[in-house]
């Protein structure tokens, strides 16, 4: 009855018998999340670590084996930090800079990330999922010990929904047979085929590609050593690809994926024999064993919104990228971030449930933001008609002598954050500051004296003062606002003076719990702070 | 300024590179030429410096072929 639809990697939520499923009525919770992927995970931690009881249920019961996605951008390492999770991620992850773009045989151009200095995550870390998963689910066990109202549960399959105006009712099977729940609150993370988007018969709009993709993860055995660097190859003069990726894991493992076209046999490719022949092409008689293989087509796609009503969709079941950019978990991430704070506080009763109305706004403008980057990626990879093909060429064949040419070069645009300029929860800019903080952008880290800025801040509505003072404390329509105050003392490299006042004296910022900024202005002025506050939450 | 630019500057180049892309979409192969042959024109015009009209033809010409 509950088949398995892939094989796990690590069991992480066996399934136990629930209460629940005894009961007469169906029992009702705040929220329930549908599917216990990195982004269902990552909900749970959020609305947990406030406190807001979350049920998680998985048809699963643990990670899934294969790696799938392997570059963690920064803006994503920020948010598990800020769930608690990020250091480990960190700490197994393989950091890099460098990356390599050649055509045919010979190498067009290199680029060099360039992190800025001071801050606590590097632009990327490359880490095989299931690490990040389990390190998030380590966090979610953690929290549960300390108490946190965080409860998940393996091999739960949600068959059907029945949704209200104010409540949803779901159909649950188990080994041990089906049970009903209730929910104020649905969820909806159960990835890109997403189920309950089917079942509430919800479109899902946007481009396939007609191209597939063979992933080979490999372990190399011989004493070769490859550089920790992203390798593009268009059009590979070994011929096992249109276009060739290797990029380099934690375990000594590599990534490579293969552009084999559209008109493909399955079956055949993924035969182990098939996938060395590319792979001994490639690699020309390097050694290696097998980890993971995979052949995945790809498509843009999104919902036309995230929010049906008492229904929330998040991550690969909200919107679907190619994987040209990492954009995939990445931005899923930043759904929860914003999702979580938002249901938190309706959950809650302070702000009313318009405020969700929020999350579907800001969070298509990111999603669209990605699929223009990712379609236009995976555009210029696999060019789609004769002239776009002339073009590419042209701009590859001009990149090797030419630096003009090379911003044109596209291998995939990689994440980065997004700024919700124009968002209802923003003021007016009050201050004439740096762009990159402008309200709507998410907080840049900054090396503080002790530690880093951005571990001070989020989780909760905070009044960032730098080299002014605010008030002692301060609530408005029952939020509870925190105080976080920095003068030049605790800033000895001049970070936060470069980052978040530029030519200003001094500034006053109005932070939201998912460390974006809400409001700004020089000095601290009580009526116009409340009524940020009261904008930020969607009263104003 | 009689100097070809060969260093990066174009605004935003994802969009202009995309842009370019689209004017293309669901154009015959005749169509798309013509369509090429009057931006360059269009362009040469508005760069007008004919020394660096020539730097430009030199650079292209002599570029191998991707
Ligand atoms: C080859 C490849 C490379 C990628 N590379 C990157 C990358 O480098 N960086 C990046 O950021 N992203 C990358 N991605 C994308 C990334 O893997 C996904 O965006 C991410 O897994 C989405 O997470 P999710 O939690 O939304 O969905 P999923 O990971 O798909 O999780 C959904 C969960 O819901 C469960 N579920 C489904 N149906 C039900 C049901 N009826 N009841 C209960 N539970 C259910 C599933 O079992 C699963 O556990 C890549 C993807 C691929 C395929």
New interface residues.
């Given amino acids: 009855m509950l088949d398995e639809r892939y094989s796990l990697a690590y069991e992480l939520y066996p399934y136990e018998r629930s209460p629940d499923q005894d009961n007469d009525t169906a029992k009702r919770h705040p929220v329930v999340v549908m599917g216990g992927g990195p982004i269902g995970i990552g909900m749970a931690l959020d609305l947990g670590l406030q406190g807001i009881p979350v049920v998680v249920l998985d048809d699963h019961a643990g990670v899934g084996m294969g790696s799938r996605a392997i570059c963690f951008a920064k803006r994503c390492l920020e948010i598990a930090d800020r769930y608690g999770c990020g250091e480990p991620m960190l700490e197994k992850g393989v950091v890099w800079n460098l990356g390599k773009v050649f055509h045919k045989d010979h190498k067009v151009f290199e680029f060099n990330l360039l992190p800025e200095d001071g801050h606590k995550f590097p632009a990327f870390i490359n880490m095989q999922q299931p690490y990040f998963e389990s390190f998030q689910i380590e966090r979610l066990r953690e929290l549960q010990s300390q108490g946190a109202p965080i409860e998940i549960r393996g091999q739960n399959r949600v068959d059907g929904v029945n949704v209200h105006d104010d409540h949803v009712v779901l159909e649950v099977m188990t080994p041990d047979g089906p049970y009903k729940l209730e929910a104020d609150w649905l969820i909806g993370a159960d990835g890109a085929n997403s189920p309950l988007r089917n079942m509430l018969d919800l479109e899902f709009t946007g481009k396939v590609f007609q191209d597939s993709f063979l992933i080979a993860d490999i372990k190399i055995t011989d004493d070769v050593d490859f550089p920790t660097e992203r390798w593009f190859w268009f059009e590979p003069s070994h011929g096992s690809g249109a276009s060739t990726l290797l990029h380099k894991q934690p375990d000594d493992v590599w990534r490579v994926d293969f552009q084999i076209g559209w008109d493909v046999d399955r079956k055949e490719e993924m035969k182990e024999e098939n996938i060395r022949r590319r792979l001994d092409a490639f690699l020309g008689g390097v050694k290696y064993d097998m980890v993971w293989s995979s052949i995945y087509t790809f498509q843009c796609k999104r919902m036309d919104s995230f929010r049906n009503g008492r229904v929330l969709f998040a991550g690969d079941s909200a919107h679907q990228v190619s994987p040209f950019g990492a954009r995939g978990a990445n931005s899923g991430m930043q759904d929860v971030d914003n999702l979580g704070w938002k249901l938190g506080l309706v959950v809650n009763g302070v702000a009313d449930d318009n405020l969700l109305d929020t999350y579907n706004s800001e969070r298509a403008h990111g999603a669209d933001e990605n699929i223009m980057n990712s379609t236009r990626s995976t555009d210029f990879i696999t060019p789609k008609s004769a002239q776009s093909r002339i073009f590419r060429d042209a701009v590859l064949a001009l990149a090797n002598d030419h630096e003009f040419a090379r911003p044109l070069v596209n291998s995939g645009r990689l994440s980065v954050p997004c700024t919700y300029d124009g968002s209802s929860l923003n003021s007016a800019d009050g201050m004439a500051g740096p762009e990159r903080t402008r309200p709507g952008s998410p907080c840049p880290d900054a090396h503080l004296k002790d530690g880093f800025l951005l571990n001070q801040l989020g989780n909760e509505f905070v009044l960032f003062c730098i080299n002014t003072e605010g008030p002692t404390e301060l609530q408005e329509c029952g939020v509870n606002v925190r105080m976080v105050s920095l003068s030049a003392v605790d800033d000895p490299k001049g970070a936060v003076a470069e980052r978040y006042l530029g030519d200003a004296p001094s500034a006053v910022y109005l932070i939201r719990p998912d460390q974006h900024v809400a409001a700004r202005r020089e000095t601290y002025n009580e009526n116009l702070v409340r009524a940020e506050i009261r904008r930020a939450i969607g009263k104003e | 300024m009689t100097e070809l ?6 605004d935003v ?2 969009d ?3 842009d ?2 689209d004017a ?2 669901g ?1 015959s ?1 005749e169509a ?1 030429d013509a369509l090429n042959a009057r931006l360059i024109l269009i362009l040469a015009n508005h760069i007008g410096n004919r020394a660096i009209l020539k730097q430009a033809l030199d ?1 292209a010409s002599h ?4």
């Fill in positions: 630019t060969l260093t990066a500057n174009i180049p994802d202009f590179y995309a370019l892309i293309h979409e154009l192969k798309s650079t570029q191998k072929g991707g």
